[in-house]
């Protein structure tokens, strides 16, 4: 497409960018956002909703520069090859080195640009979204860059602690002057649990893989059976958790989440039932889907509930 002044803009090429992010997986980082908005929140006026469309921008373009470092490191260090890979992007030269870990410090900025944004709109000058943000920020670079939590068994504590509690909490201190509450950790904590096994699912698919290239994930050091275990109590206890919620403070409209209780059996069987390599293959995307039904009707539960 040639635009003003002559300048060529490559189609195909943002395409591959958007692709590099992952978009898919941005769910996980929405749904924790909304939930911190519906507790801080429940009818937001205007102003509200402008202030969490920054910060929740700055959480997805975040999240965006998470997955680029992640595409760079994972080529750099050779985890990725043409054979197997998670991200065709760089393994089969669709971009290059360059240009994804250039995205990536792009996406780092305009993130902080978003954050900065919605603080000002907020006009709160708590320390505490601050320490959330940069936290956020060390994760996303050093999960598989720097510290490289990913390579150390730490991937699915990382992803349960950023996906469930800081996201919602972040959101809800951001609308809300700087507040803290230990609710939002709690009720938060099941999405993190269910974005924990996303990944799980992720590690156990490549295992094989991870265990060549010298990774040490949970899913490679426990062996398929016991991760496959640990993958079913993952999808079991956000149940417990929400039930848990529903006795304490007396809204038993979440308790209609077990009407999911069929749903999360079949995909935490799924693999038994089928030969190892047809389960281990697509657990990952039926995880994905799994995740993406719960959190939903989590959502509208906690939105009908008014947990404020």
Same mark, same amino acid.
């Given at each position: 497409?040639?635009?003003?002044?002559?300048?060529?803009?490559?189609?195909?090429?943002?395409?591959?960018?958007?692709?590099?992010?992952?978009?898919?997986?941005?769910?996980?980082?929405? @749904?924790?956002?909304?939930?911190?908005?519906?507790?801080?929140?429940?009818?937001?006026?205007?102003?509200?909703?402008?202030?969490?469309?920054?910060?929740?921008?700055?959480?997805?373009?975040?999240?965006?520069?998470?997955?680029?470092?992640?595409?760079?490191?994972?080529?750099?260090?050779?985890?990725?090859?043409?054979?197997?890979?998670?991200?065709?992007?760089?393994?089969?030269?669709?971009?290059?080195?360059?240009?994804?870990?250039?995205?990536?410090?792009?996406? @780092?900025?305009?993130?902080?640009?978003?954050?900065?944004?919605?603080?000002?709109?907020?006009?709160?000058?708590?320390?505490?979204?601050?320490?959330?943000?940069?936290?956020?920020?060390?994760?996303?670079?050093?999960?598989?860059?720097?510290?490289?939590?990913?390579?150390?068994?730490?991937?699915?504590?990382?992803?349960?602690?950023?996906?469930?509690?800081?996201?919602?909490?972040?959101?809800?201190?951001?609308?809300?002057?700087?507040?803290?509450?230990?609710?939002?950790?709690?009720?938060?904590?099941?999405?993190?649990?269910?974005?924990?096994?996303?990944?799980?699912?992720?590690?156990?698919?490549?295992?094989?893989?991870?265990?060549?290239?010298?990774?040490?994930?949970?899913?490679?050091?426990?062996?398929?059976?016991?991760?496959?275990?640990?993958?079913?109590?993952?999808?079991?206890?956000?149940?417990?958790?929400?039930?848990?919620?529903?006795?304490?403070?007396?809204?038993?409209?979440?308790?209609?989440?077990?009407?999911?209780?069929? @749903?999360?059996?079949?995909?935490?069987?799924?693999?038994?039932?089928?030969?190892?390599?047809?389960?281990?293959?697509?657990?990952?995307?039926?995880?994905?889907?799994?995740?993406?039904?719960?959190?939903?009707?989590?959502?509208?539960?906690?939105?009908?509930?008014?947990?404020?």
């Amino acid at each position: 497409v040639r635009g003003l002044g002559n300048t060529m803009i490559d189609i195909h090429k943002i395409g591959r960018y958007l692709d590099a992010t992952r978009y898919p997986t941005f769910t996980i980082s929405l @749904f924790p956002a909304v939930i911190g908005l519906l507790l801080s929140k429940p009818n937001p006026t205007g102003l509200e909703l402008s202030i969490f469309s920054f910060i929740a921008t700055c959480i997805i373009v975040l999240h965006a520069a998470a997955n680029l470092c992640n595409t760079y490191f994972d080529y750099t260090d050779k985890v990725d090859t043409k054979e197997h890979n998670s991200d065709p992007t760089l393994v089969n030269n669709l971009l290059h080195e360059g240009e994804v870990l250039n995205a990536a410090w792009i996406a @780092f900025a305009f993130s902080m640009m978003f954050f900065g944004s919605g603080v000002v709109l907020s006009g709160q000058a708590n320390l505490i979204p601050y320490v959330l943000f940069f936290k956020g920020m060390f994760v996303a670079f050093n999960y598989s860059g720097g510290f490289k939590f990913k390579h150390n068994c730490l991937g699915e504590l990382v992803v349960y602690l950023i996906f469930g509690p800081t996201i919602s909490l972040f959101v809800f201190s951001c609308m809300m002057k700087g507040a803290y509450s230990w609710l939002v950790v709690f009720i938060s904590s099941p999405l993190g649990l269910l974005a924990a096994s996303v990944l799980l699912a992720n590690n156990v698919r490549d295992a094989g893989n991870d265990r060549k290239v010298g990774v040490k994930t949970i899913a490679n050091t426990l062996g398929i059976k016991k991760a496959m275990n640990l993958y079913s109590i993952l999808l079991v206890m956000p149940y417990i958790q929400v039930t848990g919620l529903a006795m304490l403070y007396h809204h038993y409209n979440l308790l209609f989440i077990w009407i999911l209780c069929p @749903f999360s059996f079949y995909f935490a069987t799924y693999p038994h039932r089928q030969s190892v390599a047809d389960g281990i293959s697509s657990i990952f995307e039926r995880s994905l889907a799994h995740y993406h039904l719960f959190g939903s009707t989590y959502i509208a539960l906690i939105y009908w509930c008014s947990l404020v």
